[in-house]
């Protein structure tokens, strides 16, 4: 409802040519040959014949389902996301149209055969690579994963900092702001903020759903970040407003840490009779 009706968050598509349009015809020329191949009971050859086309027509609904969110988010991260989809549609295809020929009687020359397996996953490999910015992105890697102190992201986020000043060991809150479970399991407090992320909240329902979470787990605090949606604000602040919250600190403006995280005001908010750090 909130993506296909509202088109939340949704991205046109940038024109029916495309990589997205080699992605679908692959999915659609599998299903194809899947349906065709089942109705005619033309399975190939082997003991793994039948077992071949089952996961052909299997991979082909996989690749078009996965690759109809890049229809609705047309962004560039979410073609890359449905790679995989692709790349295991495009293998099965490839299998089952080489066991194929190599079983029919085309005189194709045998090194022929040997070598279209070998330049289609060539190709993938190589459009695939075409997505990584650098060597350097790999180069960082090992260092990251040893790394003992946590994500630099979260390390250099204010409201890190925030909600270890200000929220006691073990003290249930909501964190709305991005990576705030992430926060909260860094800082030792409950964070029973419904969602992933407060700017998911559109609905008059998420709201209450908000507002139900605040009450059943007895929240003490809540921390709010920057919001994208001056929609969502006013709704939140309502919200925390009409069930006796009120801002008790304020920190100035942080600045951005990476792209989705802008920075911004934070506050903290709490009911008059709470107790506890920063009141």
């Not at 293998?91 to 089952?96: F, M």
């Not at 080489?98 to 040997?114: E, F, I, K, N």
């Not at 419904?194 to 921390?223: C, G, M, W």
Request: glycine share 10%; proline share 6%; net charge neutral.
């Amino acid at each position: 409802r909130q993506f296909a009706a509202s088109g939340f968050y949704m991205l046109p598509l940038p024109g029916p040519l495309g990589l997205h349009l080699v992605m679908y015809l692959t999915g659609a020329v599998a299903l194809v040959m899947a349906l065709v191949c089942a109705v005619r009971g033309s399975v190939r050859p082997g003991g793994t014949g039948p077992a071949g086309l089952a996961l052909l027509g299997y991979t082909s609904v996989f690749g078009l389902g996965a690759g109809s969110y890049y229809v609705g988010r047309s962004h560039p991260y979410v073609l890359i996301a449905v790679f995989c989809a692709w790349a295991l549609c495009s293998a099965t295809l490839t299998v089952e149209v080489v066991g194929r020929l190599s079983r029919a009687d085309l005189r194709l020359p045998a090194r022929l055969l040997q070598a279209m397996p070998v330049a289609a996953v060539a190709a993938l490999c190589a459009l695939i690579a075409s997505t990584l910015s650098g060597a350097d992105v790999l180069a960082g890697q090992t260092g990251r994963l040893r790394a003992a102190d946590g994500p630099t992201t979260l390390a250099a986020l204010e409201m890190r900092a925030f909600v270890r000043d200000c929220a006691a060991p073990g003290e249930s809150v909501m964190l709305l702001y991005p990576l705030g479970h992430w926060i909260a399991a860094d800082a030792g407090v409950e964070n029973f903020f419904p969602y992933n992320l407060a700017d998911s909240i559109i609905t008059e329902q998420q709201v209450a759903e908000f507002v139900a979470s605040l009450r059943e787990h007895k929240v003490t605090s809540v921390f709010v970040g920057s919001l994208a949606s001056t929609n969502t604000t006013l709704a939140i602040t309502s919200a925390l407003i009409a069930d006796g919250y009120e801002v008790v600190l304020e920190r100035p403006a942080a600045a951005p840490v990476a792209e989705l995280l802008a920075g911004g005001e934070l506050e903290l908010w709490r009911r008059p009779s709470a107790q506890g750090p920063c009141s």
